[in-house]
């Protein structure tokens, strides 16, 4: 981590206890609108939101949320944007130079993600100039080529980046893509741009350490402070298709799960497959992911695994459905996220009862709902929570960010966050503390299990 960015996030975490402990105690956090349809979006020369196109929203420590958007109006079409509470800001529309393009400019923005720093790490598609597609990095306006199409690919055999999708950074700057490649030996890949350059991770074709078979496909990559980048690729052993989850930072992956491990908190049942189109990997090398269990892979689980340690399951298909319509879990989501404390984040749906989807945040012990369906959607005219959109955001500081469509509103679609800042009084700010304790714990408890295995 950059002495800038850990300057930053030890000032954040220290304004928001000291916000926390002296502002006066609210009965529950609420979501606020972030940005809704019809919104002026900033930066665009009177253009409003029209369209949050389905790639993942993110959130920093500081609640900072950046998200893409389409334009209606104004002087472009599409851009990315940072919202607080209290301000919004572009940070870069379609029709802005791009650097590293030769002249071009961005076309379609996509693809935010923001560290506690504030770096933003997105893609864009490119008109104009030398180039087609690139991944680009905003450092408080500044901003950087990560990668553009035509670039050499390292470790491809001469071949070149063609398009790219997924970018995320971690809090020294780091970013980790998934890119396409022509030419050379290689078709496609996860790479990180550190300072000393791009790194392979791993290739499609190459052997998966462990479990054997070639990789013929992978997800979106997850990166922690560390570089470490975990990601789940689809394996062919010559006569069928299995998945498997790996960490990797540039030289042979480590396995983290296989079909047939059998997590903990499961009843039993080993994996079937693995569903996470991205996982989430915090600072300790935890892994969260989603997968099938039992022999046909009926049953689907959230689960938590240390490197070498067996995994935990903390939401199972079939588990009660934390609302007041009851009913149990379904379909669980293949994007949970992880953060610093060991709570995780997901979307799920249930069999009976209303509502039938909704957000939840995990911490070991228990589920609880975040927003359900039917739930009041705030600033949206008695307007309600409808489908939500992708996978929820969280930071390290426990705050959730999340797209949904409206029901009955006088918006159509909005991204939200909660808690309020600072609304949640001291209890939140305790409830934190309590909940940091926690996951250290659990994370000691998981790598002394892990310890006892391998000594």
């Known amino acids: 981590m950059s002495m800038l960015a850990r300057a930053r996030r030890a000032a954040v975490g220290i304004a928001a206890l ?4 002296t502002a006066p105690l609210a009965a529950s956090a609420a979501p606020r609108a972030v940005a809704l349809v019809g919104d002026p979006a900033p930066g665009t020369g009177g253009g409003t939101y029209s369209f949050f196109p389905e790639t993942p929203v993110s959130i920093n420590s500081a609640g900072e949320v950046a998200f893409a958007a389409s334009i209606a109006g104004g002087t472009t079409t599409s851009g990315l944007f940072v919202a607080s509470s209290a301000t919004s800001a572009a940070v870069a529309v379609a029709g802005q130079v791009a650097p590293g393009t030769g002249g071009g400019t961005y076309a379609i923005l996509e693809h935010a993600d923001i560290n506690d720093a504030g770096q ?14 690139g991944v680009f990095l905003d450092d408080g306006g500044l901003h950087t080529a990560v990668a553009v199409a035509g670039d050499t690919a390292p470790g491809a055999g001469g071949g070149t980046f063609v398009a790219f999708t997924g970018p995320v950074v971690n809090e020294s700057g780091e970013v980790a893509f998934f890119a396409t490649v022509t030419g050379g030996t290689k078709s496609s890949g996860i790479f990180l741009a550190t300072t000393g350059g791009l790194v ?21 990559p997850a ?27 540039g030289g042979t992956p480590s396995l983290v799960a296989a079909p047939g ?50 995994g935990t399951a903390i939401a199972l298909e079939g588990d009660p459905h934390p609302s007041p319509g009851g009913g149990t879990f379904f379909s669980l989501n293949s994007k949970p ?28 012990t228990g589920v609880a709902a975040v927003a359900l369906r039917g739930d009041p959607a705030p600033d949206t005219g008695g307007g309600t929570f409808g489908s939500f959109d992708n996978s929820p955001a ?31 009084g001291a209890g939140a700010a305790l409830a934190t503390l309590a909940a940091l304790a926690r996951g250290r714990r659990a994370r000691a408890a998981r790598r002394s299990a892990r310890n006892g295995r391998t000594s």
Do not use: H, K, W
Not at 120 to 133: E, K, L, N, P, Q
Not at 268 to 296: K, N
Not at 415 to 423: D, K, N, S, W
């Open 18 to 21: 000291t916000c926390a402990l």
């Open 261 to 310: 491990d059998v997590p903990s908190g499961a009843g039993g049942l080993a994996y079937f497959a693995f569903a996470s189109t991205r996982p989430s990997i915090d600072a300790s090398g935890d892994v969260a992911f989603m997968a099938t269990l039992g022999a046909t892979g009926s049953i689907d689980a959230i689960v938590v695994d240390a490197a070498g340690a067996t």
């Open 223 to 249: 990166v922690n402070d560390g570089g470490s980048v975990a990601y789940q690729a689809v394996l062919f052993d010559g006569m069928a298709n299995s998945t498997a989850m790996f960490v990797g930072s």
């Open 337 to 364: 996220v992880l953060a610093a404390s060991g709570d995780v984040a997901f979307g799920a749906t249930s069999t009976s009862g209303n509502p039938f989807s909704g957000l939840f945040l995990a911490d070991g």
């Open 200 to 220: 392979p991770i791993v290739f499609v074709g190459d052997t998966a350490p462990v479990v054997g078979g070639t990789v013929s496909l992978l997800g979106r």
């Open 394 to 424: 969280l930071s390290d500081a426990g705050d959730v960010a999340f797209a949904s469509s409206i029901a009955s509103g006088t918006a159509s679609f909005g991204v939200f966050a909660l808690p309020e800042p600072g609304a949640a």
């Open 120 to 133: 933003v790490a997105f893609t864009s598609t490119i008109s104009g100039g030398t180039t087609t597609a």
